[in-house]
């Protein structure tokens, strides 16, 4: 469960770091492209284009989209979600039994790991000091939730790490898979540059991971550089280098990447741009399933949209094929379940309303008072204003009064504290802290209380669904799992507050000449890069 206001500093953070998008410098200081030795057809140096800084590459601190790509290619922790799949696989440890009560992991770490510093290999030290270290930094470290009910650590062998649970944690695992989820660090080296800050200074700038590249570079306001860590235990990348820079303008990195500046773009184009590049031959568009979902919220306070049968005609009045299809292509699929896709089996928490624009038009009519409509959408995502558009038509023809205005997404966190600025409608696109059920519907479906930072911005209370959430969340069998978030699902749709829309996916842009992508849902603008291929021209 997560600590006080976790994930609204998770999202506020995000927030702070779009707003960097109108000031932020950009440079010229990523390396050329090198030639690689042999025939292949793309460099062993990619240059890639941020939108704005992330916030800081510390594991225990970043809680970010942008800068998935730094911290999931420096640091490792002990699983992973497989390619392209929910199914959660070993990374730093080789294996692991849960006890039958689900309060106790016991893990068997991977021999031969050594530390970016020098330092290894790694043992069940560095993994308990790791985890010690997230908690012991509290409410700094927003993805700190992850280890809020453990009480204990065990290290009896170098190669074996024990963690006690206080209650069971369906999501304890995914939580350790997530992107935000603990990794290991040398626990010898966050002792030796502990400084007065728990490391915070140092890993800033420098690194204490495992990974396949480690941190030789980061220039807030301009670029980052990733090098391939010789010692790797998962063998030497052909990719040698990542450069990092921050170019807020879209546009700007189109440009570079048409003059060979940029080897790849990873969010930020329109489907006909995305469309443009798939047509030409020096280019490759890879599209990956992720846990990325645009999203209706509707508010129950206050408004026409107080009214239950109103909501519900609501529900069938979005035309969500016209929206997957003009705004999206084959960027998204249109959603019929309320969860991100692969969280849960399609039979559950099914959202799939047959459109029928005549049923809210019939609601409208008995209307007596207002008819207006205020209908915002978060400005972080150009196609979130696309989306409101064609809602806003829908209204109309059913006969509302809707308007439609853009929302910077450091206001939308404030809704909750400010209700009478609400919209009626809400209309964003957002993403879980990883593949479980809970960390999509507590973030941004459990009833606020003030205290407990869900992303439920317009104060929607459905206190059934909450309670099927708890108990999801300690249940110790996937049967059970399943069951009570397929209910909290249901009980969700049917309150009408949430209109899942589209299930989007995360598409990259890239020069023709790399295979072998290894992507994972969870981890949005960002692939292994560690895994990637140099083709051959030969």
Same mark, same amino acid.
């Given at each position: 469960?997560?600590?006080?206001?976790?994930?609204?500093?998770?999202?506020?953070? #995000?927030?702070?770091? *779009?707003?960097?998008?109108?000031?932020?410098? &950009? /440079?010229?200081?990523?390396?050329?492209?090198?030639?690689?030795?042999?025939?292949?057809?793309?460099?062993?140096?990619?240059?890639?284009?941020?939108?704005?800084?992330?916030?800081?590459?510390?594991?225990?601190?970043?809680?970010?989209?942008?800068?998935? /790509?730094?911290?999931?290619?420096?640091?490792?922790?002990?699983?992973?979600?497989?390619?392209?799949?929910?199914?959660?696989?070993?990374?730093?440890?080789?294996?692991?039994?849960?006890?039958?009560?689900?309060?106790?992991?016991?893990?068997?770490?991977?021999?031969?790991?050594?530390?970016?510093?020098?330092?290894?290999?790694?043992?069940?030290?560095?993994?308990?000091?790791?985890?010690?270290?997230?908690?012991?930094?509290?409410?700094?470290?927003? %993805?700190?939730?992850?280890?809020?009910?453990?009480?204990?650590?065990?290290?009896?062998?170098?190669?074996?790490?024990?963690?006690?649970?206080?209650?069971?944690?369906?999501?304890?695992?995914?939580? #350790?898979?997530?992107?935000?989820?603990?990794?290991?660090?040398?626990?010898?080296? #966050?002792?030796?540059?502990?400084?007065?800050?728990?490391?915070?200074?140092?890993?800033?700038?420098?690194?204490?991971?495992?990974?396949?590249?480690?941190?030789?570079?980061?220039?807030?306001?301009?670029?980052?550089?990733?090098?391939?860590?010789?010692?790797?235990?998962?063998?030497?990348?052909?990719?040698?280098?990542?450069?990092?820079?921050?170019? %807020?303008?879209?546009?700007?990195?189109?440009?570079?990447?048409?003059?060979?500046?940029?080897?790849?773009?990873?969010?930020?184009?329109?489907?006909?741009?995305?469309?443009?590049?798939? &047509? !030409?031959?020096?280019?490759?568009?890879?599209?990956?399933?992720?846990?990325?979902?645009?999203? *209706?919220?509707?508010?129950?306070?206050?408004?026409?949209?107080?009214?239950?049968?109103?909501?519900?005609?609501?529900?069938?009045?979005?035309?969500?094929?016209?929206?997957? /299809?003009?705004?999206?292509?084959?960027?998204?699929?249109?959603?019929?379940?309320?969860?991100?896709?692969?969280?849960?089996?399609?039979?559950?928490?099914?959202?799939?309303?047959?459109?029928?624009?005549?049923?809210? @038009?019939?609601?409208?009519?008995?209307?007596?008072?207002?008819?207006?409509?205020?209908?915002?959408?978060?400005?972080?995502?150009?196609? !979130?204003?696309?989306? @409101?558009?064609?809602?806003?038509?829908? *209204?109309?023809?059913?006969?509302?009064?809707?308007?439609?205005?853009?929302?910077?997404?450091?206001?939308?966190?404030?809704?909750?504290?400010? %209700?009478?600025?609400?919209?009626? *409608?809400?209309?964003?696109?957002?993403?879980?802290?990883?593949?479980?059920?809970?960390?999509?519907?507590?973030?941004?479906?459990?009833?606020?209380?003030?205290?407990?930072?869900?992303?439920?911005?317009?104060?929607?209370?459905?206190?059934?669904?909450?309670?099927?959430?708890?108990?999801?969340?300690?249940?110790?069998?996937?049967?059970?799992?399943?069951?009570?978030?397929?209910?909290?699902?249901?009980?969700?749709?049917?309150?009408?507050?949430?209109?899942?829309?589209?299930?989007?996916?995360?598409?990259?842009?890239?020069?023709?000449?790399?295979?072998?992508?290894?992507?994972?849902?969870?981890?949005?603008?960002?692939?292994?890069?560690?895994?990637?291929?140099?083709?051959?021209?030969?």
């Amino acid at each position: 469960m997560k600590k006080e206001s976790d994930v609204r500093i998770r999202f506020a953070v #995000l927030g702070v770091c *779009l707003a960097l998008v109108t000031v932020a410098c &950009s /440079s010229s200081s990523k390396g050329a492209p090198k030639a690689p030795a042999g025939p292949v057809t793309a460099p062993d140096v990619v240059n890639i284009g941020y939108v704005a800084d992330m916030q800081v590459p510390d594991p225990d601190i970043f809680y970010e989209i942008e800068g998935n /790509s730094v911290v999931t290619n420096i640091y490792e922790g002990l699983v992973r979600y497989g390619n392209n799949t929910t199914a959660i696989t070993p990374a730093l440890a080789t294996s692991w039994t849960i006890s039958a009560d689900g309060m106790t992991y016991t893990f068997t770490l991977r021999s031969g790991v050594m530390f970016h510093d020098g330092n290894g290999p790694m043992t069940s030290a560095d993994v308990k000091a790791s985890f010690m270290r997230r908690t012991a930094l509290g409410a700094v470290s927003a %993805p700190g939730y992850m280890l809020a009910k453990v009480t204990s650590y065990d290290t009896p062998s170098p190669d074996t790490f024990v963690v006690h649970l206080s209650q069971p944690v369906s999501a304890f695992l995914d939580y #350790l898979a997530a992107p935000y989820g603990p990794k290991v660090e040398d626990a010898a080296g #966050l002792t030796a540059h502990a400084g007065t800050d728990m490391d915070q200074t140092y890993l800033k700038t420098h690194d204490l991971g495992t990974g396949a590249y480690t941190m030789t570079a980061f220039v807030l306001g301009s670029h980052y550089t990733l090098t391939a860590f010789p010692q790797y235990w998962g063998g030497d990348p052909q990719v040698k280098e990542l450069n990092i820079e921050i170019l %807020p303008d879209v546009s700007t990195q189109e440009e570079e990447l048409q003059s060979g500046q940029l080897q790849m773009i990873l969010h930020g184009l329109t489907k006909q741009e995305v469309a443009s590049y798939a &047509s !030409n031959p020096k280019f490759q568009v890879q599209r990956f399933p992720a846990n990325f979902k645009t999203l *209706l919220m509707v508010n129950e306070n206050k408004g026409i949209f107080k009214d239950q049968a109103l909501r519900t005609a609501l529900r069938s009045a979005i035309n969500r094929a016209e929206i997957a /299809s003009d705004v999206y292509g084959d960027d998204a699929t249109v959603s019929n379940q309320f969860y991100p896709a692969g969280e849960l089996p399609t039979n559950l928490a099914v959202d799939d309303p047959t459109y029928d624009p005549s049923l809210l @038009a019939k609601a409208v009519a008995g209307l007596t008072g207002s008819k207006n409509v205020d209908l915002a959408y978060s400005t972080d995502d150009a196609r !979130n204003q696309q989306d @409101a558009e064609i809602i806003q038509t829908e *209204l109309q023809s059913a006969g509302l009064n809707a308007t439609v205005r853009g929302i910077p997404l450091a206001e939308v966190f404030n809704l909750p504290t400010e %209700p009478s600025q609400a919209p009626d *409608l809400l209309l964003t696109t957002v993403n879980p802290d990883a593949s479980h059920p809970d960390t999509w519907a507590r973030i941004f479906a459990h009833t606020y209380d003030g205290t407990n930072g869900t992303l439920n911005w317009l104060l929607c209370s459905v206190p059934a669904a909450d309670q099927q959430m708890d108990e999801g969340l300690a249940s110790t069998t996937e049967a059970e799992v399943q069951m009570h978030y397929g209910e909290a699902g249901d009980l969700l749709v049917a309150s009408g507050c949430f209109d899942s829309i589209a299930d989007v996916k995360d598409v990259f842009v890239a020069d023709a000449g790399y295979s072998n992508w290894v992507h994972r849902p969870p981890t949005l603008y960002s692939f292994d890069l560690g895994a990637l291929k140099l083709s051959s021209s030969s």
